[in-house]
Nanobody, 124 residues
């Protein structure tokens, strides 16, 4: 069983930055690929970024490329999402997810464990 706890969500002005963190309570954290997803009311979860279990392979949804950076620290059981140049369209609840595979996937159905989410609101 993997427990994931996100933090770092806040209200920020457009153009600003936030760093989301996800703490994982699990043995062998480096057995898991990790992903960040986001969801707005009335919509399904959208893939934002993914990172493989070593942290040397990443992928991003097109609208966040060049603005967001996913990273992980396996020694601390942490995964991060650095978000820069935030836009109002980035407003959502952000979720951390884990799958016991060597690499990420963009399909939310392929993740085994989820956090409760952290709210990000970007004002104009």
């Amino acid at each position: 069983q993997v427990q994931l706890v996100e933090s770092g969500g806040a209200l920020v002005q457009a153009g600003g930055s936030l760093r989301l963190s996800c703490a994982a309570s699990v043995r062998n954290f480096d057995d898991y690929a990790m992903g960040w997803f986001r969801q707005t009311p009335g919509k399904g979860r959208e893939f934002v970024a993914g990172i493989n279990w070593y942290g040397d392979k990443t992928n991003y949804e097109d609208s966040v490329k060049g603005r967001f950076t996913i990273s992980r620290d396996n020694a601390k059981n942490m995964v991060y999402l650095q978000m820069n140049a935030l836009e109002t369209e980035d407003t959502a609840t952000y979720f951390c997810a884990a799958r016991r595979q060597w690499t990420y996937d963009t399909d939310e159905a392929l993740y085994d464990f989820w956090g409760q989410g952290t709210q990000v609101a970007v004002s104009s």
